[in-house]
């Protein structure tokens, strides 16, 4: 079967030699996170967000893997009609194999598998008895920085982004980046990718900059320039509970997110500090979100997006 029609959250799939790669970043992207900092370009060649899904009725099915890039270790989360069934953890499987998922549920199933978001993976020789694809009507730029991309979770389906993603519905491009921020330089512009909606993530990893609220705003335009007409949304900073940031700092240029910066662009905000409480056992060190506190992420954001007029 063609491998495309059941994969999401991907800019590309590349075949070479039989197995297929997931490109979340385009070419001239890649090579300029490179040359800022080789930690970048790692990040970009990662599967955050990367989802096989389908129908069938099925009760097997397999594929090889290749890990191409490992960062930490993660899992393989597989979900039956919504809901966890297994698990495969990169710490327990080599660098090249075979992963076999049995026993599926009898009957017509709707299945997604998660990879990784914090390794790199190829897949091939994908094997199942029946394979329905299935529809997302919406396609959704996401970009932001290592809370986006997953960090602090360590299990694919816990990721705030892929918990929303299972309750809206969305086809999501995960283009989270660990330790990025607002670059005004950075092309956003995507060859051949035409997404319905778009949503910024950034500016945790700025706030002390002396320049933050004019880089801010810059990178802001170029979403506006880049994609003319699309509905965009800008969720500013979370709080933060660790000693590495400037509270003041912080808290200013959220405000500034939220509201003088946002009626001049006309972009729809949304305040980081509504999404998750001020709970600090809700994140994993103080900074990024922990499984539970990814879940109330997820929750709100759908709550809120549904409450928005002229999405």
């Known amino acids: 079967m063609d491998l495309q029609e059941i994969v999401f959250g991907v800019y590309r799939i590349r075949e070479e030699d039989g197995w297929f790669y997931f490109d979340r970043f385009n070419e001239k992207q890649k090579e300029y996170l490179r040359e800022i900092d080789e930690s970048f370009y790692r990040h970009a060649l990662l599967s955050s967000g990367v989802t096989l899904e389908f129908k069938s009725t099925s009760e097997k099915f397999s594929f090889a893997y290749r890990f ?80 986006t991309q997953g960090y602090g979770v360590y299990q694919s389906g816990d990721t705030y982004l892929n918990r929303f993603q299972r309750l809206s519905g969305f086809d999501i491009l995960n283009q989270g980046l660990a330790g990025y921020y607002c670059d005004p330089f950075f092309d956003l512009k995507l060859g051949g990718y035409d997404p319905d909606i ?66 001049e662009l006309g972009y729809h905000p949304i305040d980081g500090c509504s999404l998750l409480s001020a709970d600090p056992s809700l994140y994993f060190d103080l900074l990024h979100p922990n499984s539970e506190g990814a879940k109330e992420i997820a929750r709100n954001l759908k709550t809120q997006l549904d409450e928005m007029p002229n999405k």
């Open 198 to 263: 778009i949503v910024l993530s950034e500016g945790t990893n700025q706030h002390r900059s002396k320049t933050a609220f004019e880089e801010v705003k810059k990178t802001i335009e170029g979403f506006q320039r880049d994609y003319p007409r699309k509905p965009l949304f800008v969720l500013s900073p979370l709080r933060r509970f660790d000693k590495d940031f400037d509270a003041q700092k912080l808290d200013a240029l959220r405000e500034y997110m939220n509201k003088d910066l946002s009626k």
């Open 68 to 147: 191409v890039m490992k960062e930490s270790k993660d899992s393989f989360d597989l979900y039956i009609d919504g809901k966890r069934l297994d698990q495969r953890f990169v710490s327990l499987l080599k660098d090249e194999g075979t992963i076999s998922f049995e026993g599926l549920p009898e009957g017509e199933k709707r299945i997604a598998l998660f990879l990784p978001f914090d390794t790199g993976v190829a897949i091939s020789d994908f094997s199942c008895g029946d394979v329905r694809p299935i529809k997302k009507n919406t396609k959704v730029l996401w970009v932001g920085d290592s809370i």
